[in-house]
């Protein structure tokens, strides 16, 4: 799960590469813009949609596994 959450952040983001510790604190590009685009690209991924309080969660990629698992995506 976690590779297809990179590849659909690297397209978001525009980037070569994700690092596993990528996070709105590091990431030039993570703006509200790009958070939003990347939340509707990971309910179309997984066939998923996501409340505010998910998204707000959000806020790295190890967040967004943990919400997409408490959503039993897997």
Do not use: G, Y
């Amino acid at each position: 799960m976690r590779e297809k959450i990179k590849t659909i952040m690297k397209s978001v983001f525009e980037l070569p590469d994700i690092p596993d510790d990528i996070s709105m604190d590091n990431c030039e590009q993570w703006d509200s813009l790009h958070h939003l685009s990347l939340v509707i690209e990971l309910e179309a991924l997984f066939n998923v949609s996501f409340k505010l309080q998910d998204t707000v969660k959000m806020k790295n990629l190890e967040a967004i596994e943990n919400v997409l698992k408490n959503k039993n995506i897997i």
